[in-house]
């Protein structure tokens, strides 16, 4: 793999406090190009060293931006497929986090393709091994009903933060049985010490209607733009963009 890339990053907001929780990292090209520009040029045997330059480079650019400045987590995206040894691929991390003296404890590693996986035993082999060297789990799901089984949840990955997919949150104002789901989650989560984290929120309904179910992080463009190489703050709407 021999092609440049860098990052961008989104912020992930405490609604409640008016603190960032977490910045995603999100691939893109050496001059902000889409992350299908990069992905697509992947090959199979490259997701390893891929990933993993990933998340250093993702580390380092943080730090020189200030994230250590402030008490916002830094979140990966990873493939569990991609990840050959999670031994290794912790150690690995982990010496490039000491190097940088990023704080190894605010790291998130959402699982992206969890939700087909979760009843693999690579998914859970991983999720404990970064769990085990202190790394916190997300895992992003697009189907309610899987993730209010305690099953699913609870026995087979103990996730730290579960997400919203923006499938979920799209328009959530006009599904009222979409919403009491959400809720009946939220309290699911609440009661096992887990985070959740509503993406792709977009327009002041999605917002009211996430408040409304008891949803306090929250990621959207409503509330910032990713910024190309660079950490940016947010807007939270007002009362009069929530009345239009």
Known sequence: ?????????QPMVNVTTGDIYAYEALVRGPQGQSAASILGRLKESEQFLFHQNCRNYAMRLATNLGITKSN??????????????PEACCAMTLTAAKSLNFPYERMIFEMTDAGRLLNTEQVRTVAREYQRN????????????SALSEKAICRQIRA?????????????HLHPHSQAAIASLQSICHAEEMDLIAEGVESP?????????GIEHM???LFAMPGFESLPNFTLPTPVEMDA
């Open 72 to 85: 916002a987590a830094l979140s990966i995206n990873f493939l569990p497929r991609a990840i050959r040894t």
């Open 160 to 172: 730290d933060i579960l997400k919203l997919n923006m499938a979920i949150t799209r328009n959530l």
């Open 205 to 213: 309904e999605e917002y009211v209607a996430l408040l409304q179910c």
């Open 219 to 221: 990621q959207g463009y």
């Open 134 to 145: 202190g790394f916190r789990i997300a895992l992003s799901i697009d189907d309610l009903q």
């Open 1 to 9: 793999m021999s092609f440049p890339f860098s990052m961008a990053f």
